[in-house]
Nanobody
Framework: QVQLVESGGGLVQPGGSLGLSCAASGSIFNINAMGWFRQSPGKQRELVAVITSGGSPNYADSVKGRFTLSRDNAKDTVYLQMNSLKSDDTAIYYC??????????WGQGTQVTVSS
């Protein structure tokens, strides 16, 4: 079993930046991919960015060029740097870890609010 602990998030003005981090513990050797999803009120949870072991990050079109996902395998942690934030980025952001047999673990979620 994998446990995920998120940190970061908060309130930022449009055009600003925020960083999120997610630390994994437990059965981390089973993890293939880690990344972030988000969910706004009334909308389905959507992929933001994901990175597999030894692979390059993949991003949703809506965040390409603004968000950067990185993974520190030594610390079992992923980081999401969010720049040029827009009001549409307002959501609860969830860290995700997927095992090699496609079992998902989720963090508790952290609120990101982009507002002036």
């Amino acid at each position: 079993q994998v446990q995920l602990v998120e940190s970061g998030g908060g309130l930022v003005q449009p055009g600003g930046s925020l960083g999120l981090s997610c630390a994994a513990s437990g059965s981390i050797f089973n993890i293939n991919a880690m990344g972030w999803f988000r969910q706004s009120p009334g909308k389905q949870r959507e992929l933001v960015a994901v990175i597999t072991s030894g692979g390059s990050p993949n991003y949703a079109d809506s965040v390409k060029g603004r968000f950067t996902l990185s993974r520190d395998n030594a610390k079992d942690t992923v980081y999401l740097q969010m720049n040029s934030l827009k009001s549409d980025d307002t959501a609860i952001y969830y860290c995700n870890a997927r095992t090699y047999w496609d079992y998902d673990s989720w963090g508790q979620g952290t609120q990101v609010t982009v507002s002036s």
